[in-house]
């Protein structure tokens, strides 16, 4: 069965350093990939995506993922953190043979110390 | 930019009781879904709906749930008798194709 693994479950970083978020899939082939922004009492905001193609995908918010498919992997990285990207990130994947049913990780929740 | 809405925000009811959970997708997309998160756990999805059908559903979606679309507009998740175990954050979303927009969630608390 298809699972995403997001072994961080807590991040700290301080305002202005780099973040990296990791992501690990489980899976035959290349999945669809995706990763989403929950902040306190909203809903999931898509970040980006990645489908074929360039392995270095661009998102909102400054905010961008690298496709290893020798790892499976699908990293979220933000070269310089703001305190408004304190929220609760979730990497999912679309194993699209079941027709867009995410499976994601259990998430993890970054806090921003200033 | 247009936006998955769903109503109410925050749903209180006591074990036992009916509960529908609304949900008003983008007007152009033609997939609905609806994923759950219990609190501290995954989100999960729950049935995904296409041309009035359920188009899959997951082991969680037992016969107390059901899904409609009962105008153009509207999807709601109906949940017959409500337990303590499903108490949870239900996102509604829908697509034209991928990838998903979600709802900001209606938190359902039973008691």
């Known amino acids: 069965a298809q699972s995403v693994t997001q072994p961080d479950i807590h991040i700290t970083v301080s305002e202005g350093a780099s973040l990296e978020l990791r992501c690990n899939y489980s899976?035959?082939?290349?999945?669809?990939l995706f990763w989403y922004v929950q902040s306190p009492g909203q809903g999931l905001q898509l970040l980006l995506k990645?489908?074929?193609?360039?392995?270095l995908v661009q998102g909102i918010k400054g905010f961008e993922a690298e496709f290893k498919r020798s790892q499976s992997s699908f990293n979220l990285r933000k070269p310089s953190v703001h305190w408004s990207d304190a929220a609760e990130y979730f990497c999912?994947?679309?194993?699209?043979?079941?027709?867009?049913?995410?499976?994601f990780g259990a998430g993890t929740i970054l806090r921003v110390k200033s | 930019e247009p936006e998955v809405t769903q109503t109410p925000s925050h749903q209180v009811t006591q074990m036992g009781q009916e509960v529908i959970l609304r949900c008003v997708p983008i007007?152009?997309?033609?997939?609905f879904y609806w994923y759950r998160q219990i609190l501290g756990q995954k989100v999960e999805f729950l049935v995904s709906?296409?041309?009035?059908?359920?188009?899959?559903k997951s082991e969680i979606f037992d016969d107390q749930f059901s899904v409609e679309r009962p105008d153009g507009s509207n999807f709601t998740l109906k949940i017959r008798s409500t337990k303590l175990e499903d108490s949870a954050m239900y996102f509604c979303?829908?697509?034209?194709?991928?990838?998903?927009?979600f709802g900001n969630g209606t938190r359902l608390t039973v008691t």
């Open positions: 979303a829908s697509s034209a194709n991928s990838p998903l927009h």
């Open positions: 899976y035959g082939a290349t999945p669809y």
């Open positions: 990645y489908f074929s193609g360039d392995t």
């Open positions: 999912a994947v679309d194993a699209e043979e079941y027709g867009n049913k995410l499976v």
């Open positions: 007007s152009n997309h033609l997939y």
């Open positions: 709906f296409y041309n009035n059908e359920i188009s899959e």
